[in-house]
């Protein structure tokens, strides 16, 4: 079985449903990645994981253990970690700061973790002094997800880690990525680059008005003639 | 139970309660919080037009309160010659710097063009201008004025006009400096704006009790005329001799009831008359773009609302109201007091009645003013009663006791401040909540 | 040379010291309303109130210290009850907070709600120390009253202008400086102070990383009723305790707080002291300093005061509508307007 395991996720904000059925799953050390159209329910399928918002059907399991009802800072102890959309960083504190937070009530060797952080993001290391909010865009997306690292997680989710960021950018955050996930990490995101985040993923997920419309493998989808016409812009 | 039985319950409560100190205390001591109770009633609606409408917060009822009250000085007072002689062209070269630097202020910006903050910092520097050469040109007037047998005047007094014009001139001063303040506070965020008016309330205060030869001072005016005979012409009319011997009552008693019902016959008129004014205003279709703006104000600007004017002109409409009320309470005591304006009185008691009675809703102002002076004036005695009960088992000469007894006045902020915390957490809306959805 | 040493001493003696004093009483009242604002996001209106309380427990612990004759002199034995002050006015904070704020801040309620409910909870603070200590004027500094006394001065330099230096003042002066030292150090260089600035900075994304709201808040709390205790109960020695004046000062600290920063401890400071130096300069008489200055040569007629004394608060006011004018997120910037 899947390490995180999202089953026939139904429910939305007050009145109608926005997830319908959706089930998504990414095992440690695979890349998992939601596409889809505006409104699929993307984002919304990616706070439901995190219990940001409350299911009326479904449930959700990391380990085998079910979390369905637990609140988003008690996910964090079972080993998930968020990166949202905005507002990613302490922009008023130093990058090295952002860090100590991210790993300050779960992580009782700390300063080994900012370690090897560093040894992820070198850059950082070198601005550890400066503050998170006089950074580049893609410096301070850098460091959104280092202090999401931070609690050492196990399954890490990013909600559209690359937008507003340049594509050299993109680039080398996606190798980031894929580095993250070879130290045995689950990720999940969800991308509105669709075909350089399918080009990583090892699972892709076509949303459809809160449904699974297509699940392949990444270099599968991309070849798939009727996700590339229809989502993929041709 | 619906909206109108619960309103007729809580007022008779409220007409029950007042013949309780009727009976038990006097019917004096009745009339005197009964007469309060109008004002405040008034006041009420002046902060409920501003927050209950509008969601505009006015932490500054007590400075146009103030300016009601001056407006009493300054229409009734006796004209005090001496000064007016005294000072006549300096004053007259006041108002003429006065209305050159708005002309001028008034042209620049309409010649140039200004960002929003150069033009208030313009504004306040044409504001700052006028005061200080007022003061400089005032300067050996207000010394000569306030020489003038200063036990006695020291001032300007008044134009000697009947008080009730007063209840005229004190709205309109208070919406004056209404539209100056909401033209230069308003675009603030809530709390910005809270402070703000707390803040100009007491620049307001603090001049009039320091600007001994506008209005006296901390040495107050005294002996204001009154729209209702004094108890001591009364006292020797024969007519009212007659009267009191048809209810047969002694006739000093019943003289300062008389007064007393004849002050509460004209504010009864004053209140139904802006009863009638805001009802009718609410539920008209300006009053519900009013309330649109305040629910959303994103979709009314949407639909063309200019919001900064609405809110302007709730605020100034606000103002005036407390305005009213102001004068209203100087006519009643006959002297203006600028020591007595405290913010706690009448600012935040006010405040405390809108929430209490409902924001948004006028008859729900109304009680609020009635029930919370109700109990601010007889909480203190209730206090005593109540410590006196409670403390009994330890003792009469325990010096807790006494200590306790000695304090019970302070009974009062608890409780004003308790009734505050339990509305706003148990019941939100008020006693009187807010028909949503059923005007028209 | 010497006129200018009088005027040097004038200048020290009326404006710099007073306003010195003043501005860090300011500062660390300002200091408390800020860090509230920064984690509840609301402005306290009781934290005036809150100043009074703790002040009211410090002047009883003081009085049954003094009645069986414990005492620290040449220090005043207040310094010697302020612990227990502060113990009680925390307690209080806490105890506000969990039976009136929280309830608000599970709701989320909007900051105006806050602030709503902050006037009743200022309403009943002050009835209570109404009921503890009266309404009364008290004093209750019994130290050594004079460090230097202005006569003791014009012996000791043959000046003809004097400079008293009072023991209240320099303990306001050392208190607060150790006070602001540590708040730094707590802010800057411990896991919950920085804690704190996260949560202040960013609370969504302090919950993603499991920093609980709760502790942060009652933390706060606890820094606040400390800076209020202190705040009160230094201008209570400095100058002397009347319930009433509490409720007078919120607004130079509201000011304070707003005109360097809402929600900037480092404005706070700054606001604090450009707010007492402003209240002093603008209403001190210049003329015996302008003569000292002209070398005699000249003599203006008048006081030169700019305002009168009458007109203190005002300038603060003043000041803060000022800037909430033309500036509303403060001289070193802070919340938005």
């Not at chain 2, 309330?201 to 009039?208: A, K, P, Q, R, W």
């Not at chain 2, 300006?286 to 305040?294: C, E, S, T």
Request: proline share 4%.
């Amino acid at each position: 079985m899947a390490y995180l395991k999202a089953q026939n996720m139904t429910g939305g904000y007050g009145g109608a449903d926005i997830l319908r059925g959706c089930s998504i799953e990414v095992d440690k050390g695979k890349i998992a990645v939601i596409v889809g159209p505006n409104g699929a329910g993307k984002s919304t399928a990616m706070k439901a994981i995190f219990g940001m918002l409350t299911l009326r059907e479904g449930d959700i399991r990391v380990g085998g253990e079910d979390i369905s009802v637990l609140p988003p800072q008690k996910r964090v102890h079972k080993g998930m970690s968020f990166v949202p959309q905005v507002n990613n960083v302490f922009s008023s504190l130093t990058v090295e700061e952002n860090l100590e937070m991210g790993g300050a009530t779960s992580n009782s060797r700390l300063q080994e973790t900012i370690a090897e952080i560093y040894d992820l993001f070198p850059i950082l290391a070198e601005k550890r002094r400066q503050s998170a909010g006089e950074l580049s865009g893609g410096q301070r997306q850098q460091v959104a997800v280092a202090r999401a690292l931070m609690t050492k997680p196990s399954v890490l989710m990013l909600d559209e880690p690359t937008a507003g960021v340049s594509p050299i950018v993109i680039h080398e955050l996606f190798d980031k990525i894929i580095e993250i996930a070879h130290r045995g990490i689950a990720i999940l995101m969800v991308e509105q680059n669709a075909k350089q985040a399918l080009e990583i993923a090892d699972t892709g997920y076509v949303l459809v008005q809160g449904e699974n419309r297509f699940t392949d493998n990444g270099p599968a989808l991309l070849a798939d003639d009727e996700v590339r016409r229809t989502f993929l812009g041709g | 139970m619906n909206y109108l039985h619960s309103r007729t319950l809580l007022f008779s409560v409220t007409a029950l309660l007042l013949m309780t100190v009727g009976f038990v205390q006097s019917w004096n001591v009745a009339l005197t919080i009964l007469n309060l109770c109008l004002i405040s009633a008034v006041m009420a609606l002046g902060v409920n037009i501003q927050w209950g409408y509008a969601g505009l917060v006015n932490f500054g009822a007590m400075g146009f309160a103030a300016l009601g009250g001056l407006a009493v000085v300054l229409i009734a007072a006796a004209p005090v010659e001496e000064a007016w002689r005294a000072s006549s062209t300096q004053i007259m070269f006041c108002s003429v710097v006065t209305i050159a630097a708005a002309s001028a202020y008034f042209v620049v910006t309409r010649l140039f063009v200004f960002t929003l903050a150069s033009k208030k910092a313009l504004a306040f520097f044409t504001i700052g201008i006028v005061v200080v050469s007022s003061i400089t040109l005032m300067g050996p007037a207000i010394r000569k004025i306030e020489s003038i047998d200063p036990s006695l005047y020291g001032y300007l007094g008044g134009l000697g006009l009947p008080v009730l014009l007063s209840w005229i001139a004190g709205p309109m001063l208070a919406a004056g400096a209404g539209w100056l303040i909401g033209k230069v506070a308003l675009g603030l965020r809530l709390d910005y704006l809270a402070i703000a008016t707390l803040g100009i309330s007491e620049i307001v205060v603090t001049l009039l009790k320091n600007e001994d030869w506008l209005s006296r001072g901390v040495k107050n005016v005294v002996g204001l005329p009154r729209p209702v005979p004094f108890e001591i012409d009364l006292q020797r009319a024969e007519w009212f001799q007659h009267l009191a011997e048809i209810v047969s009552q002694p006739v000093d008693s019943f003289s300062s009831i008389f007064v007393k019902l004849c002050f509460a016959g004209l504010f009864v008129v004053v209140l139904a008359l802006l009863m009638w004014l805001t009802e009718s205003a609410l539920h008209s279709p300006w009053g519900r773009m009013i309330r649109a703006v305040r629910d959303n104000e994103v979709a009314a600007s949407a639909m063309g609302k200019d919001i900064k004017k609405v809110h302007l002109r709730i605020f100034v409409l606000g103002s005036a109201v407390i305005g009213l009320a102001g004068a209203m309470l100087v006519t009643l005591d006959g002297q203006f007091t600028p020591g007595a304006y405290q913010p706690l009185r009448f600012t935040f008691l006010v405040w405390i009645m809108v929430i209490l009675g409902g924001s948004g809703n006028n008859w729900g102002s109304v009680l609020g003013g009635f029930f919370v002076w109700f109990f601010w004036v007889e909480a203190e005695p209730l206090g005593a009663w109540l410590i006196d009960i409670l403390t009994l088992g330890i003792g009469e000469e325990s010096a807790l006791r006494q200590h306790l007894i000695h304090n019970a006045a302070q009974m009062r902020l608890i409780v004003m401040g308790l009734l505050l915390l339990f509305v706003m957490r148990f019941m939100p809306l008020g006693l009187l909540p807010e028909k949503i959805g059923k005007v028209s | 040379m010497e006129d200018l040493l009088n005027a040097a001493v004038l200048a020290a003696n009326y404006i710099v010291i007073p306003a010195t004093v003043y501005g860090c009483q300011l500062a660390l009242g300002a200091l408390g309303v800020t860090l509230i604002y920064s984690v509840l996001r609301f402005s306290n209106f009781a934290h005036g109130e809150t100043m009074a309380f703790g002040t009211a427990v410090t002047i009883l612990v003081t009085l049954s210290l003094q009645g069986i004759g414990v005492g620290i002199f040449p220090l005043p034995t207040a310094l010697l009850a302020l612990p227990v002050g502060i113990l009680a006015t925390i307690g209080l904070t806490l105890a506000t907070d969990r039976w009136v704020y929280r309830f608000y801040r599970r709701k989320r309620s909007e900051p105006i709600i806050f602030l709503i409910v902050s006037i009743g909870v200022m309403f009943v603070m002050s009835g209570l120390v109404r009921f503890l200590v009266g309404t009364d004027d008290r004093v209750f500094d019994d130290g050594m009253r004079f460090l230097i006394t202005a006569r003791d001065f014009k012996e000791l330099t043959g000046l003809g202008e004097g400079l008293a230096i009072r023991t209240s003042q320099l303990i306001t002066l050392t208190t607060a400086l150790t006070c602001v030292g540590l708040l730094f150090w707590f802010l800057e260089h411990t896991k919950t102070g920085k804690m704190m600035r996260a949560f202040s900075d960013n609370e969504d994304l302090a919950l993603l990383s499991g920093i609980d709201p709760e502790k942060i808040v009652r933390i706060a709390w606890i820094t606040a009723a400390c800076l209020a205790t202190l705040a009160g109960t230094l201008y209570g020695l400095d100058k002397s305790f009347k319930p009433f004046v509490f409720q007078q000062l919120l607004l130079p600290i509201f000011a304070a707080a707003i005109v360097g920063g809402f929600g900037n401890p480092l404005g706070a400071i700054a606001g604090g002291f450009l707010i007492a130096f402003s209240e002093v300069a603008l209403t001190y008489p210049y003329k015996r300093l302008i003569t000292y200055l002209a070398q005699s040569s000249w003599e203006p007629e008048g006081l030169l005061q700019l305002m009168s004394t009458d007109y203190k608060y005002a300038v603060s006011f003043l000041i803060l509508v000022m800037v909430l004018l033309v500036r509303p997120t403060g001289i070193l910037g802070g919340a938005k307007a």
